[in-house]
C-alpha cells in the first residue's frame, strides 16, 4: 500500500510538472545567447607526490604533478576530457578549460553576473559539449550550456523551470537514435538534480532547453515490463562521452543508458533508458544479478564496473551484458577506508582511472589515491599498473552542507596519452576569505611525469587472529536534518570499544534499520588521545528508508569509537543497531 501511495504521488508531480513544462513549451523557448570565451589566470605550481608500480616486481618512486588551483568552487571540481587532448572543469560558477595541461586557461562566461556557482559537464557526440551551471546566490539562475563543435561556437540559456533547491545537478548526453513522440533524435540529453529527490530528470533534445520530464519510477510502474539486460554497442567516441561516475548515469550506446536508483531509493531501483521506445525499464545483468556500484562503457562496448567495499574495490569488465566478468581485486594502502570514488575507462588510451578519497582509520585525515589500471586491446583482464598518493594527507574534509572543509565529490578524467588529472584536497590546497580566513578546498592535478628510483619494501605477512564478537543496540534518532548533523538535534551516538585481544584489522559492518520509514546516515569516529573526537573514518549514506549499512577499515586495539546515525530525512525514532566486526583476513568475529 505504501508503495502505491508513493507512486501515485509522484505520479501526480511528474504530471504536473510536464503540464508547466508543456504550456512553456508551447510558447517561445529561451532564446541562445553566445557566450564569452576570455582567459583566465588561475595559480599554477608544480608538486611531486610517491607513487608505487606494479610489474614484473613492485617500484617506488614520485609523480610531478601541475597542480591548479580554484578552477572550481569551495568543494568540488568537474572534470573530462576530450579527444584532442583538451581538459574542462565545470566544478564552479563558470567552465574552465585548457588545451596545453593547465599551464594556460579560458573561461566561458556568461552576460549574467553571477556570484557562486556549481557545474555539471559532458561531451557529446561529434565534439559538441553540454553541461548545466546553478547559481542560487545570484537570483536562482540555472543556466544550460552547449558547444557546438560543427560552428566552434559556445552559447547558452536560462532554465527558469526547475525544483525550487536544485543542488548537485548531473548532466549527461544520449547517443541515439532516440525516438521520443515519433522523431528520432541524433542524441538527447539528460539532466538531474535538487532535493529531496533526484527522480524527475529533465531531457533536452537540443542540449539547451530542458523543457521536458520523465521519471523511470513512473514509466516502469505504468507499463509493467520486465528487466532488461544493460546491453551495450561499440562506438569509437564512447572512451570521451562518459559523464562522472557520481551521477549514476551511464551511456550504453545504441540509445541506452544505466541509471543507479535515486531517491527514493528503495521504490525506484536501478534502470534501464531504452531509446528505442522513449521509456525506462528494470534493468539487470544477463546473469539475472541487480547492478551494484559504478559503471561506464569504453569504445569496444565492454561494461566496466568498480565495486567499493571499504579498504578496497573490484574492478571488473564484461563482454556479454554480465554474463561473465573478468575482474581483479584492489586494497587501498593500510588503515584507509573509501569515502568518495569516480572512475573513467578509456580502450584507446589503454587505461582506466580510479580515484578515491579514502578515510586515514588512525589519524582522520584524507588523503586522495589514484590508480591507474590496464585496460587495452590486447588485455584479457584488468592489469593493476600504478598507484598514486597526491597530497599530504593531512586535512580531514567531508562531503555535504554542514562540514568545515568540503569535498563533495571526487572526479577524474584521462587524456589521449593515458595520463590523469585528477581532483585532490590538503593543506596546501585553499582559497582565503574575505575575511582573510583560510578554508581547505580542492585543486585539479595533472599528471606529468614519473621517476621510478627503487623496489617497495616487502613486509612480514600478518598473522590473523580472531575478530571481536557481534555487537548489537538501538539509538533514537531525533527529527531530521538534511545535510546538518546536530547532535542531538538530528543525529545519535552509540559508542563501542575495539577489543584490544582482537584482531579487527578487516574493520567494522554497521548495519541499521530505523522503525518507521527514515533515511539514517552512518558516520564512524574515533576517540582521541585528548578525548575528542576525529573526523569522519568511513560513512554510509545511501538514500535507502528502510536500511543503511558502512563498512570501516580495520580497527585500532583498545581504541574507542562511536557510530553517529543520522537522520537526513524521515521519522524519528528507534534505529536497531548490529556491529560485525572482522578479522585482518577478513573472517568474521562470531
Known amino acids: 500500500m505504501k508503495k502505491r501511495t508513493m507512486v501515485g504521488r509522484l505520479a501526480a508531480t511528474v504530471a504536473v510538472v510536464a503540464a508547466v513544462l508543456s504550456t512553456t513549451a508551447s510558447g517561445q523557448l529561451p532564446i541562445a545567447i553566445d557566450a564569452q570565451v576570455v582567459p583566465i589566470a588561475p595559480e599554477v605550481r608544480q608538486a611531486s607526490y610517491p607513487v608505487l608500480d606494479f610489474g614484473k616486481t613492485n617500484k617506488i618512486g614520485t609523480t610531478t604533478w601541475r597542480v591548479v588551483e580554484t578552477t572550481g568552487n569551495c568543494c568540488e571540481n568537474y572534470l573530462t576530457t576530450a579527444s584532442n587532448g583538451r581538459l574542462y572543469d565545470f566544478g564552479g560558477t563558470y567552465i574552465n578549460f585548457t588545451d596545453d595541461r593547465g599551464v594556460t586557461w579560458k573561461s566561458v562566461r556568461t552576460v549574467t553576473p553571477l556570484v557562486n556557482g556549481e557545474g555539471t559537464i559532458a561531451l557529446g557526440p561529434g565534439g559538441d559539449v553540454i553541461g548545466v551551471g546553478w547559481d542560487p546566490y545570484s537570483g536562482d539562475h540555472l543556466q544550460a550550456f552547449k558547444y557546438e563543435a560543427d ?67 513512473v514509466d516502469k510502474t505504468s507499463s509493467g515490463a520486465p528487466a532488461q539486460d544493460a546491453a551495450t554497442t561499440a562506438r569509437a567516441d564512447a572512451d570521451w562521452i562518459q559523464a562522472n561516475t557520481n551521477g549514476g548515469m551511464t551511456l550504453l550506446g545504441g540509445g ?88 573513467r575507462a578509456n580502450r584507446q588510451a589503454g587505461v582506466a582511472g580510479v580515484l578515491i578519497h579514502a578515510q586515514n582509520t588512525s589519524t582522520g585525515n584524507d588523503v586522495d589515491v589514484a590508480y591507474k589500471i590496464g585496460i587495452g586491446r590486447k588485455d584479457a583482464a584488468p592489469q593493476l599498473l600504478r598507484r598514486y598518493i597526491l597530497g599530504l594527507g593531512d586535512v580531514n ?47 585539479v592535478a595533472i599528471e606529468l611525469s614519473t621517476k621510478l628510483t627503487g623496489r617497495e619494501p616487502v ?35 552509540f559508542e563501542f570499544t575495539s577489543d584490544a585481544a582482537a584482531d579487527n584489522g578487516g574493520g567494522v559492518l554497521v548495519q541499521a534499520v530505523p522503525t518507521l520509514p527514515a533515511d539514517i546516515d552512518l558516520y564512524l569516529q574515533r576517540q582521541l588521545s585528548d578525548g575528542t573526537w576525529s573526523g569522519d573514518l568511513a560513512s554510509g549514506t545511501s538514500s535507502s528508508l528502510t536500511d543503511e549499512s558502512l563498512l570501516s577499515a580495520g580497527l585500532i586495539p583498545g581504541s574507542r569509537y562511536r557510530v553517529e546515525a543520522h537522520n537526513w530525512a524521515g521519522a524519528p525514532g528507534p534505529v536497531d543497531l548490529s556491529l560485525t566486526f572482522f578479522n585482518s583476513a577478513g573472517v568474521a568475529g562470531t
Do not use: C
Open 397 to 443: 574534509s567531508t562531503a555535504g552542507v554542514g562540514s568545515d572543509t568540503r569535498m563533495d565529490f571526487q572526479t577524474i578524467a584521462v587524456f589521449p596519452d593515458g595520463r590523469l588529472a585528477v581532483s585532490f584536497l590538503d593543506s596546501t590546497t585553499n582559497t582565503t576569505g574575505a575575511t582573510g580566513s583560510v578554508r581547505f578546498s580542492p585543486a
Open 151 to 217: 560552428t566552434d561556437k559556445w552559447q547558452y540559456t536560462e532554465t527558469p523551470l526547475h525544483q525550487p533547491f536544485y543542488d548537485r545537478e548531473w548532466v549527461t548526453a544520449v547517443p541515439g537514435p532516440v525516438t521520443i513522440d515519433g522523431k528520432t533524435h541524433e542524441y538527447i540529453t539528460f539532466l538531474k538534480g535538487g532535493w529531496p529527490s533526484k527522480e524527475l530528470w529533465y531531457y533536452s533534445t537540443d542540449g539547451l532547453n530542458y523543457t521536458q520530464v520523465s521519471s523511470k519510477l
Open 459 to 493: 613486509p612480514d605477512a600478518p598473522v590473523a587472529g580472531t575478530a571481536q564478537s557481534p555487537l548489537s543496540g538501538s539509538v533514537i534518532v531525533p527529527a531530521s536534518g538534511a545535510g546538518e548533523r546536530v547532535a542531538p538535534a538530528t543525529s545519535a551516538y
Open 256 to 343: 541506452g543508458l544505466l541509471a543507479a536508483p535515486d531517491y527514493p531509493s528503495s521504490n525506484t531501483a536501478w534502470s534501464v533508458f531504452d531509446g528505442a521506445a522513449g521509456h525506462w525499464v528494470p534493468a539487470k545483468h544477463a546473469d539475472g544479478s541487480t547492478p551494484s556500484g559504478l559503471y561506464q562503457v569504453d569504445s569496444a562496448g565492454r561494461l566496466h564496473n568498480v565495486v567499493p567495499a571499504g579498504d578496497r574495490f573490484t574492478y571488473r569488465w564484461t563482454t556479454d551484458s554480465g554474463a561473465t566478468w573478468a575482474a581483479i581485486d584492489v586494497p587501498l594502502p593500510a588503515d584507509t577506508a573509501i569515502e568518495e570514488l569516480d572512475f
